[in-house]
């Protein structure tokens, strides 16, 4: 009876080892990922964390240069743009500078940089150039834009790409001197008609501040209206005009020669605002990857000690079991 018993015992046991039951692939994936859980994972997650590490490292390391290329060019460029002051400072004695001067036909000229990463300077010039649109914009008058800088461009064309007159850019590829300015002055007098030529530029204090500021430019025959209407234009009238030329020729003159010195002074204060603004811009990208690194590493420490501990809880557990 013993014996007949254990034989069906034997029989029931072995009856499902020779006709094994369909596996379940849901229960075999699960199966899998416990595995993977156990051994693996630890080793990704360290190692993440280790390759994004390396990546805040080398991106710190491009910002810091960056910030050393963005000091040099600064204290190149300060001295030229602090010199260049004393062009339209006579101008602005002899003519003035009246914003609020109400003519027909509008330019404003924007000037912005061609390369980015310089803070919100370029986005300042454009909503100055839109309010100064708006504000000179009328049945009966008319505004556009001159554009120098690809940032400007890019800002500008989505909105207002029939108001765009003239484009030029890769102004600063080469280093700046009056005689560049004052061709590019040359050009955008032929290729645009104007009443005032208002001038949108971020003028620069130190590396930490720029102030945005427009410079107006009015035409010959504005100039000659608003001295005959009286005003601080009327003092013209007390000049005498040596040689052959009339006032108008004179006028005419001193509004292009204005306009060079006005946007040659405009384009270096716009280069010197964006190189201190590309400075601090840099300066608190390295800051802000230093942090990073810091808790990149002390996450690192957490999730290696975190490792290392189930490691050692494994190894003398399974001690245990062998020595029992």
């Given at each position: 009876m013993a014996m007949a018993a254990l034989r069906r015992e034997g029989r029931r046991i072995a009856g499902p080892l020779m006709s094994p039951q369909p596996v379940n692939p849901l229960r075999s994936s699960l199966a899998s990922s416990e595995e993977h859980a156990l051994t693996g994972v630890r080793f990704i997650s360290t190692q993440v964390v280790r390759n994004r590490m390396k990546s805040v490292r080398n991106i710190q390391k491009i910002t810091k240069a960056m910030k050393m290329v963005a000091a040099s060019k600064l204290r190149a460029i300060q001295t030229r743009a602090e010199n260049s002051r004393g062009l339209w400072q006579p101008f602005t004695a002899l003519l003035g500078d009246t914003p609020s001067v109400d003519v027909k036909k509008n330019v404003i000229v924007t000037i912005s940089s061609d390369k980015g990463l310089c803070g919100g300077i370029n986005s300042t010039s454009v909503k100055i150039s839109r309010g100064l649109y708006k504000l000179n914009s009328g049945p009966e008058k008319e505004s556009k834009y001159v554009i120098l800088g690809e940032k400007a461009k890019a800002q500008l064309v989505r909105d207002s790409k029939k108001d765009i007159e003239l484009s030029i850019?890769?102004?600063?590829?080469?280093?700046?001197?009056?005689?560049?300015?004052?061709?590019?002055?040359?050009?955008?007098?032929?290729?645009?008609?104007?009443?005032?030529?208002?001038?949108?530029?971020?003028?620069?204090?130190?590396?930490?501040?720029?102030?945005?500021?427009?410079?107006?430019?009015?035409?010959?025959?504005?100039?000659?209206?608003?001295?005959?209407?009286?005003?601080?234009?009327?003092?013209?009238?007390?000049?005498?005009?040596?040689?052959?030329?009339?006032?108008?020729?004179?006028?005419?003159?001193?509004?292009?020669?204005?306009?060079?010195?006005?946007?040659f002074n405009a384009v270096l204060e716009n280069a010197c605002s964006e190189q201190g603004a590309r400075m601090s811009a840099m300066d608190s990208s390295s800051r802000n990857a230093g942090d990073m690194l810091d808790r990149l590493t002390l996450t690192y420490n957490r999730t290696r000690q975190a490792s290392i501990t189930t490691e050692l809880i494994e190894i003398i557990s399974g001690a245990s079991a062998l020595e029992g």
């Open positions: 850019t890769e102004l600063q590829k080469n280093p700046l001197n009056y005689t560049q300015v004052a061709v590019l002055a040359d050009d955008i007098l032929k290729n645009v008609e104007y009443d005032a030529l208002r001038i949108v530029y971020n003028k620069f204090h130190s590396v930490v501040s720029f102030v945005p500021t427009t410079s107006t430019v009015l035409s010959p025959e504005v100039v000659e209206r608003e001295a005959e209407a009286g005003g601080k234009l009327g003092e013209l009238d007390s000049y005498e005009i040596e040689g052959g030329e009339t006032k108008t020729e004179v006028l005419q003159n001193l509004a292009e020669f204005q306009f060079s010195c006005v946007l």
